[in-house]
C-alpha cells in the first residue's frame, strides 16, 4: 500500500484504515451489550499494577458499600463509562492511582491493557480511552486500611 493509502495519525505514523467489523456477516449482526464492555474495560484496568481503585469519590462509597452486603457480588464496571457504535467503541475510566506510581505511564499501560482486552474480546475497535485519576492511595489512608493506628484524640 502507498502512504496515500494508509493515512497518517497524529504523530504522523502511518496506519492502516479499520477494515470492516467481524460482528457484521452475511449470516447475521451480532450487538454487544455496553455493560459487557463496561465489564471488560473494569476488569482489565484493575490488572493494572498500580491501580488501586476504579471511580469518582461517589461511586466508590457506594461500591464499598454494596461488597459489605453478604452474597453481593463485585460491580467490576465500577468507574467506567462506555458508547458504543456497530463497529467501534469509546471509553472513559476514572481511578484511583497507587502513591509513586507515575502517572502517564500508569495511564498509558491502562490503555493498552484495555484496547487489547475490548478488540480481542469483542471485535469493537476501540477509538479512545480517555482517563481520569481522582485520588492518589497512600498506605495508611482512610478507610482502606484496616490496621490503622488509633485516633489521638477521643
Given at each position: 500500500?502507498?502512504?496515500?493509502?494508509?493515512?497518517?495519525?497524529?504523530?504522523?505514523?502511518?496506519?492502516?484504515?479499520?477494515?470492516?467489523?467481524?460482528?457484521?456477516?452475511?449470516?447475521?449482526?451480532?450487538?454487544?451489550?455496553?455493560?459487557?464492555?463496561?465489564?471488560?474495560?473494569?476488569?482489565?484496568?484493575?490488572?493494572?499494577?498500580?491501580?488501586h481503585d476504579l471511580g469518582a469519590g461517589t461511586s466508590r462509597v457506594v461500591g464499598a458499600l454494596r461488597e459489605r452486603?453478604?452474597?453481593?457480588?463485585?460491580?467490576?464496571?465500577?468507574?467506567?463509562?462506555?458508547?458504543?457504535?456497530?463497529?467501534?467503541?469509546?471509553?472513559?475510566?476514572?481511578?484511583?492511582?497507587?502513591?509513586?506510581?507515575?502517572?502517564?505511564?500508569?495511564?498509558?499501560?491502562?490503555?493498552?491493557?484495555?484496547?487489547?482486552?475490548?478488540?480481542?474480546?469483542?471485535?469493537?475497535?476501540?477509538?479512545?480511552?480517555?482517563?481520569?485519576?481522582?485520588?492518589?492511595?497512600?498506605?495508611?489512608?482512610?478507610?482502606?486500611?484496616?490496621?490503622?493506628?488509633?485516633?489521638?484524640?477521643?
Amino acid at each position: 500500500m502507498t502512504s496515500a493509502q494508509l493515512g497518517a495519525d497524529a504523530s504522523g505514523k502511518e496506519v492502516s484504515p479499520y477494515q470492516g467489523s467481524p460482528l457484521v456477516s452475511s449470516q447475521g449482526k451480532t450487538t454487544i451489550a455496553g455493560v459487557v464492555v463496561s465489564k471488560i474495560a473494569g476488569i482489565a484496568t484493575r490488572e493494572v499494577s498500580g491501580v488501586h481503585d476504579l471511580g469518582a469519590g461517589t461511586s466508590r462509597v457506594v461500591g464499598a458499600l454494596r461488597e459489605r452486603i453478604p452474597g453481593a457480588s463485585v460491580n467490576q464496571s465500577q468507574g467506567v463509562s462506555v458508547e458504543i457504535g456497530e463497529k467501534q467503541a469509546a471509553v472513559d475510566i476514572d481511578i484511583v492511582a497507587e502513591y509513586g506510581v507515575a502517572i502517564a505511564d500508569l495511564a498509558a499501560g491502562i490503555r493498552r491493557n484495555v484496547i487489547a482486552a475490548i478488540e480481542r474480546m469483542t471485535g469493537l475497535e476501540v477509538t479512545e480511552v480517555n482517563i481520569t485519576v481522582h485520588d492518589v492511595y497512600l498506605d495508611g489512608d482512610g478507610a482502606d486500611d484496616a490496621d490503622a493506628a488509633p485516633a489521638r484524640v477521643q
